[in-house]
């Protein structure tokens, strides 16, 4: 069966309520309203934003319980966090068939960019491997200054 949007979605629903029956919990009400925003986003997010999103569907939801629950989807190995330039985490979904995800952060505007490297587990399951490790995952994060922001004061991608 082609993988599709709809089939990565199941997936990872499913494997977030296997995650909380195995840690004796349960896909809450309030779970289900986050990992369904967590789940059908695309882009690279804060937790400022994930709840923003969330008190659209449940006013009641708090900051504590989206951070508990992107905690244990990490934990689940759905998502994976990375440092902003401020230092501030922004999550992405991991992707479900591959093994290694990478981004750049720009260090002007804290913007992040996710990246797909097909060589990147390739190169770095070699070191690991030259090291007498095997990689089950590679992730990448890349600081950079912005080329426009350099040469203007502005960029694009921060508005």
Not at 37 to 59: G, H, S, Y
Not at 60 to 75: D, F, G, H, P
Request: net charge neutral; with cysteine; glycine share 4%.
């Amino acid at each position: 069966m082609p993988e599709t949007p709809q089939n990565d979605f199941d997936k990872r629903f499913a494997a977030a309520a296997a995650h909380w029956a195995a840690n004796r919990s349960r896909m809450t009400i309030i779970r289900r309203i986050v990992c369904e925003i967590i789940f059908k986003t695309e882009q690279p997010f804060e937790a400022d934003w994930l709840l923003k999103e969330a008190r659209q569907t449940d006013n009641l939801i708090s900051m504590a319980t989206v951070y508990r629950t992107l905690k244990n989807l990490r934990e689940a190995d759905l998502i994976e966090e990375f440092l902003g330039a401020s230092g501030k985490g922004f999550y992405r979904l991991r992707p479900i068939s591959q093994t290694a995800s990478s981004c750049i952060v720009c260090k002007n505007c804290g913007t992040m960019v996710a990246l797909d490297d097909p060589c990147l587990p390739i190169r770095e399951g070699a070191q690991a491997h030259k090291n007498g490790f095997k990689a089950t995952h590679v992730r990448l994060q890349t600081e950079a200054t912005c080329d426009e922001f350099e040469s203007t004061g502005e960029c694009h991608r921060c508005k």
